[in-house]
């Protein structure tokens, strides 16, 4: 019969192994998930230092845990989240092909903002001591039961056989998409550095009929007043900005004024529906970059900027890069265009400013792979800068393979 100091000696000694080693397994550890990996922080203070890191690096958080999330999140664990991902659930609601009953009417404008500055809030009391990414995420547990790809065989939905055989009613799509008022685009925190907005692409939906009359806002809702004055002042304060499909980038320079610097902006990449193959638009286009680069000299910090357009079979970006000492424009796409002198000389003027004996390139790269959707035209372009979460850019490309 063995004794307890022999069996000790027999077990395996975690400090004879390497420090490095050892974080190598913690690492490891932290990285699979298994089920009660969290708990292990309380071994000893070397694995709390790790384990503990990983597991508050991105907190995901629905409006019934922010309570608790205000008590967990003491001081000492502040400095370890990254990442908030706020999950705001609306309530359910019925088909009219599945009840004849109409669903309650819901609150969904009160309930986000209930949600959204109820953890402002709690963030407001925090010192300021490191960057954090907030993730703002709004669905009903309906969204995916009425008329989107189901796991079955669903003919009442449209969906027979894993295909869709028949266009979602109007009245489907407009709960998914119709207006709602969240009253806080005048209200961006000073302490805002990168802000990120991508609105899903209405081109993804042209395989449905449209129906202007009994769906009279389907289509980009109007934001060449409030929102384009908005998002054209609050860039004076920011150090990236990226905008997609919500507002097309010559509406926001028509609100930046001649006066105006942003000293703190190092990228910048924006959308326009001007940027398509179209013998037409080519004067247009070449206004538009001209134009940007007047306002991107007024940037002194600038070091990327993107232009860009995708969607079904099309793809195009004008890329500024200013990187190690040399600078660049790019214009990568399914289509080619040939930037003008004029244009070419007004981005020289950029890169002249922080690079005087202007060593800079023009490069021209053409993409060939099948474009299927704008998450493709994504993927493809290569952007030098994140313009959609890489989660959600995987989800878009996924359905438009699915549909393909």
């Not at 999140?73 to 609306?90: D, F, G, M, T």
């Not at 407001?124 to 954090?132: F, G, I, Y």
């Not at 449209?210 to 060449?224: C, E, K, N």
């Not at 320079?253 to 529906?273: E, K, N, R």
């Amino acid at each position: 019969m063995q004794t307890r100091s022999q069996t000790r000696a027999k077990a395996f000694k975690w400090m004879s192994l390497p420090a490095e080693i050892r974080l190598m397994i913690l690492e490891a550890i932290a990285h699979q998930k298994n089920p009660g990996w969290g708990s292990l922080a309380s071994v000893c203070r070397e694995w709390r230092y790790v384990l503990e890191g990983a597991n508050f690096y991105k907190m995901n958080l629905g409006i019934s845990c922010l309570n608790d999330f205000k008590r967990i999140a003491s001081p000492q664990k502040r400095n370890l989240i990254r990442h908030i991902c706020l999950n705001v659930e609306l309530p359910e609601y019925m088909s009219r092909c599945c009840s004849k009953r109409r669903s309650p009417p819901t609150r969904a404008n009160a309930i986000f903002n209930e949600g959204l500055w109820k953890l402002c809030y709690i963030l407001s009391t925090w010192e300021a001591s490191c960057d954090l990414a907030l993730e703002i995420n709004i669905y009903s547990p309906s969204d995916c039961k009425h008329w989107t790809e189901p796991v079955f065989h669903d003919p009442k939905h449209g969906w027979e056989h894993g295909r869709q055989v028949k266009a979602p009613p109007s009245s489907a799509l407009s709960r998914l998409f119709k207006p709602l008022s969240f009253s806080i685009q005048t209200h961006f925190p000073d302490t805002l550095k990168k802000l990120t907005i991508f609105e899903e692409s209405y081109k993804f939906y042209d395989r449905f009929p449209r129906r202007p009359a009994q769906v009279p806002w389907y289509g980009l809702f109007d934001v060449t007043g409030g929102l384009g004055v908005v998002l054209a002042s609050k860039s004076l304060q920011l150090q990236h900005l990226a905008i997609s499909y919500m507002i097309n980038a010559e509406e926001i320079f028509s609100h930046c004024q001649s006066t105006w610097s942003w000293p703190h902006l190092q990228s910048l990449a924006l959308t326009s529906q001007l940027l398509e193959n179209d013998l037409t638009k080519h004067k247009q286009i070449e206004d538009l970059l001209r134009r940007a680069g007047v306002l991107v000299r007024q940037m002194p910090k600038m070091h990327t900027f993107v232009l860009w357009n995708g969607g079904r079979a099309h793809a195009c970006a004008f890329i500024y890069r200013l990187d190690r000492g040399y600078a660049s424009i790019t214009w990568r796409g399914t289509w080619n265009l040939a930037l003008s002198p004029r244009v070419i000389e007004s981005w020289q003027l950029v890169a002249s400013k922080e690079l005087p004996f202007r060593r800079f390139q023009l490069k021209n790269e053409h993409i060939q792979e099948a474009i299927r959707s704008h998450g493709d035209a994504i993927y493809h372009l290569e952007l030098p800068c994140e313009v959609v979460d890489p989660a959600s850019l995987w989800q878009i490309r996924k359905e438009a393979f699915s549909l393909a």
